[in-house]
């Protein structure tokens, strides 16, 4: 791009349907400068991130760069005037390795013939750059989401975009590795005097590399500041606005817990190396661990997802063993995926109709599914959890974050005893998730057994009774009490040497 002044949104305005979600936005990138972009669930963020990266047309306002106003046809075509884009739900080529991932649109070829060796080696060196190890021969489609989602990451930062935008990049890493990407992110935007723009809900994370700050609320600005003017508690109140005033208010209170549901003994598979863990009715137990360290893995392969090879499982007092998701939920268990386009949600179906899918046995009378009942409970549930947009269209439609409220009104439908919840409150605003802890302490005490991975030790601490640790896919089965944990103790237990 030939100019190299900042990159400017006046006027912009969108709707789907009729339905107006940006309603005149004015926004600003400047080159070298981090804008942190932040709003409740809904608020339209992704949205207008689409309208700057090309992704999708705007209905009015205009688009420029310095002072020349541009127009995008695609997102290539935003690509080809240096304008990149790092969206919520990925989109790297599962089948492709992770190295011709890295290199899509830019294969290095001689002569016609792509030059693998060389984009292996150079690729494997970029990941190293990162603290990555994983190997670039791999398909993408057998890393775990938090390593596809920071390959999909590297893969934007090391073009030759003047403009970067990224939303929500970190919501599947843990700490260290957030802290990590995001001072990586802040070097290229000083070196390389490019303007990045962030989404995230973790405000404490971006607040720390934002030189500007833009809050939207129902599609408009409501808040933003540069600089020294910056006020974390002036953007939460703007985010949570009236609708959510009890934002972090959650307070968990201990149910006592009742006899041992899940008995795990020695569980071996694909990675997972040896499990114990035991775990009560009543209680939250929460999974703490480094990326790879198998937290996933043991949730997927009790739900039949991912195969076991050997070892004991006990549920209720009756043996089980894990074979296919149906049957595991026949068993009672309900589990909420990390990765909710994969196996997730259906998204051509409603959100009525994603919540009630598991639990349809419940609603069939004489042989006949009652949909009004099933849909009124669906909606009924939906709303306690303060799910917004239009219930009734395509899931694919709604907002990341309330995509994932439906996933957990499913959940909540299902009725299961044994409830695994893999980062529950993934790309969830900061209102909603007060009201997901109070849901997951009202299963609590009900007396369902509850087991949760989560990358945000706070919220392990805040939501748990009892935490373990993974660790290169084992887990002794020693769950501490929350009271006697602080969070640099777990990081220490997660990062200490294979035994
Ligand atoms: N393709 C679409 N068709 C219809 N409605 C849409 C579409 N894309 C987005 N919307 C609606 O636009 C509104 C804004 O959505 P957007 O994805 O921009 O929110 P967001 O701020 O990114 O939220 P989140 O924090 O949950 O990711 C929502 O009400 C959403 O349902
Ligand atoms: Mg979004």
Redesign the pocket.
């Not at 305005?13 to 809904?42: C, E, Q, W, Y």
């Not at 984009?119 to 775990?144: A, C, H, I």
């Given at each position: 791009m030939a100019s190299n002044g900042s990159y400017t949104a006046s006027g912009i305005t969108k709707a789907?349907?009729g339905v107006g979600?940006l309603h005149g936005i004015d926004f600003m990138v400047r080159p070298g400068t981090i804008h942190g972009l932040f709003?409740h669930?809904?608020?339209?963020?992704?949205?207008l991130l689409k309208i700057l990266a090309g992704a999708q047309p705007q209905d009015e306002g205009i688009l420029s760069v310095g002072p020349d106003v541009v127009t995008l046809s695609s997102p290539r075509d935003a690509l080809a005037k240096g304008i990149a884009c790092v969206y919520?739900e990925l989109r790297l080529i599962p089948n492709l390795t992770v190295a011709e991932n890295l290199f899509l649109g830019r294969e290095v070829s001689l002569h016609g013939v792509k030059r693998s060796a060389e984009m292996n080696s150079y690729s494997q060196r970029l990941l190293s750059e990162y603290g990555m190890s994983t190997d670039v021969t791999r398909p993408v489609k057998s890393l775990s989401h938090p390593e596809k989602q920071l390959v999909e990451v590297i893969a934007n930062l090391d073009g030759r975009a003047q403009f970067i935008f990224l939303d929500e990049p970190t919501t599947a890493l843990d700490g260290q590795q957030s802290a990590e990407l995001l001072g990586h992110v802040r070097r290229i935007a000083l070196e390389r005097n490019v303007g990045i723009v962030l989404v995230s809900?973790k405000l404490d994370e971006v607040l720390s590399v934002c030189d500007e700050a833009t809050v939207?609320s129902g599609g408009r600005v409501v808040y933003h500041a540069v600089g020294g003017d910056l006020s974390k508690q002036a953007i939460v109140d703007a985010i949570v606005g009236d609708a959510h005033a009890h934002a972090n208010d959650f307070k968990r209170h201990k149910t006592p817990a009742g006899e041992v549901y899940l008995r795990v003994k020695n569980l071996s598979g694909a990675r997972l190396k040896g499990v114990d863990i035991e775990a009560r009715r009543g209680e939250v137990l929460g999974l703490y661990g480094l990326v790879g360290s198998g937290r996933t893995r043991f949730l997927r392969s009790l739900y039949g997802m991912d195969p076991v090879a050997s070892g004991e499982i006990e549920i209720g007092g009756a043996p089980y063993k894990p074979s296919t998701a149906k049957a595991a939920i026949r068993s009672r268990i309900a589990l909420l995926t990390e990765e909710r386009k994969i196996d997730g949600f259906i998204p051509l179906m409603s959100a009525y109709q994603n919540v009630v899918l598991s639990s349809l046995s419940r609603y069939r009378k004489a042989g006949f599914v009652q949909v009004s009942t099933a849909r009124a409970a669906a909606r009924k549930t939906l709303s306690r959890i303060g799910t917004?947009?239009?219930l009734d269209?395509p899931i694919k439609?709604?907002?990341?974050?309330?995509q994932q409220k439906v996933l957990l009104a499913r959940i909540i439908e299902q009725n299961a005893d044994l409830i695994l919840l893999d980062e529950p409150t993934k790309?969830v605003?900061i209102g909603a998730k007060s009201d997901i802890y109070q849901i997951i302490q009202t299963l609590a005490d009900q007396g369902k057994c509850i087991i949760v991975v989560s990358s945000e030790e706070e919220e392990l601490m805040d939501i748990c009774d009892r935490i373990a640790v993974f660790q290169h896919g084992r887990c002794n089965g020693q769950a501490s009490a929350v009271s006697d944990l602080t969070v640099g103790q777990l990081r220490e237990a997660a990062w200490a040497p294979a035994a």
């Amino acid at each position: 791009m030939a100019s190299n002044g900042s990159y400017t949104a006046s006027g912009i305005t969108k709707a789907f349907s009729g339905v107006g979600v940006l309603h005149g936005i004015d926004f600003m990138v400047r080159p070298g400068t981090i804008h942190g972009l932040f709003g409740h669930n809904g608020a339209g963020k992704s949205t207008l991130l689409k309208i700057l990266a090309g992704a999708q047309p705007q209905d009015e306002g205009i688009l420029s760069v310095g002072p020349d106003v541009v127009t995008l046809s695609s997102p290539r075509d935003a690509l080809a005037k240096g304008i990149a884009c790092v969206y919520q739900e990925l989109r790297l080529i599962p089948n492709l390795t992770v190295a011709e991932n890295l290199f899509l649109g830019r294969e290095v070829s001689l002569h016609g013939v792509k030059r693998s060796a060389e984009m292996n080696s150079y690729s494997q060196r970029l990941l190293s750059e990162y603290g990555m190890s994983t190997d670039v021969t791999r398909p993408v489609k057998s890393l775990s989401h938090p390593e596809k989602q920071l390959v999909e990451v590297i893969a934007n930062l090391d073009g030759r975009a003047q403009f970067i935008f990224l939303d929500e990049p970190t919501t599947a890493l843990d700490g260290q590795q957030s802290a990590e990407l995001l001072g990586h992110v802040r070097r290229i935007a000083l070196e390389r005097n490019v303007g990045i723009v962030l989404v995230s809900h973790k405000l404490d994370e971006v607040l720390s590399v934002c030189d500007e700050a833009t809050v939207l609320s129902g599609g408009r600005v409501v808040y933003h500041a540069v600089g020294g003017d910056l006020s974390k508690q002036a953007i939460v109140d703007a985010i949570v606005g009236d609708a959510h005033a009890h934002a972090n208010d959650f307070k968990r209170h201990k149910t006592p817990a009742g006899e041992v549901y899940l008995r795990v003994k020695n569980l071996s598979g694909a990675r997972l190396k040896g499990v114990d863990i035991e775990a009560r009715r009543g209680e939250v137990l929460g999974l703490y661990g480094l990326v790879g360290s198998g937290r996933t893995r043991f949730l997927r392969s009790l739900y039949g997802m991912d195969p076991v090879a050997s070892g004991e499982i006990e549920i209720g007092g009756a043996p089980y063993k894990p074979s296919t998701a149906k049957a595991a939920i026949r068993s009672r268990i309900a589990l909420l995926t990390e990765e909710r386009k994969i196996d997730g949600f259906i998204p051509l179906m409603s959100a009525y109709q994603n919540v009630v899918l598991s639990s349809l046995s419940r609603y069939r009378k004489a042989g006949f599914v009652q949909v009004s009942t099933a849909r009124a409970a669906a909606r009924k549930t939906l709303s306690r959890i303060g799910t917004r947009g239009k219930l009734d269209g395509p899931i694919k439609s709604l907002s990341g974050g309330n995509q994932q409220k439906v996933l957990l009104a499913r959940i909540i439908e299902q009725n299961a005893d044994l409830i695994l919840l893999d980062e529950p409150t993934k790309g969830v605003d900061i209102g909603a998730k007060s009201d997901i802890y109070q849901i997951i302490q009202t299963l609590a005490d009900q007396g369902k057994c509850i087991i949760v991975v989560s990358s945000e030790e706070e919220e392990l601490m805040d939501i748990c009774d009892r935490i373990a640790v993974f660790q290169h896919g084992r887990c002794n089965g020693q769950a501490s009490a929350v009271s006697d944990l602080t969070v640099g103790q777990l990081r220490e237990a997660a990062w200490a040497p294979a035994a």
